[in-house]
């Protein structure tokens, strides 16, 4: 079973960059869909990308669509999400998640990592 953990988190000026990365343990990264989601306090917790377990695809949140871009080196077992143009409505708890091709749900979760954006 893999194991995630984020990392890269932090506070940030309106239109700054971050980058986030999801560093994970196993040998079988590489069959895993990865994605990114967000929280804050009160709210859901939402979709804002994945890409699937070569790469080659790739989805985004209309609300980062053109600002975020998400990636991943499967010869470091790492995910990545870079963010440019931050907005103080991207503050949230950023986690990282794995799903297997054949589930529907992303059924495994970092512990998250605090994404403050200031105006």
């Known amino acids: 079973q893999v194991q995630l953990v984020e990392s890269g988190g932090g506070l940030v000026q309106a239109g700054g960059s971050l980058r986030l990365s999801c560093a994970a343990s196993?040998?079988?990264?590489?069959?895993?869909?990865m994605g990114w989601f967000r929280q804050t306090p009160g709210k859901d917790r939402e979709f804002v990308a994945d890409?699937?377990?070569?790469?080659?695809?790739?989805r985004y949140a209309d609300s980062v669509k053109g600002r975020f871009t998400i990636s991943r080196d499967n010869a470091k077992n790492t995910a990545y999400l870079q963010m440019n143009s931050l907005k103080p409505e991207d503050t949230a708890v950023y986690y990282c998640?794995?799903?297997?091709?054949?589930?529907?749900?992303?059924?495994?979760w970092g512990q998250g990592t605090q994404v403050t954006v200031s105006s």
């Open positions: 998640a794995a799903r297997s091709p054949w589930v529907a749900q992303y059924d495994l």
């Open positions: 196993g040998r079988t990264f590489s069959m895993y869909y």
């Open positions: 890409i699937a377990s070569s790469g080659g695809s790739t």
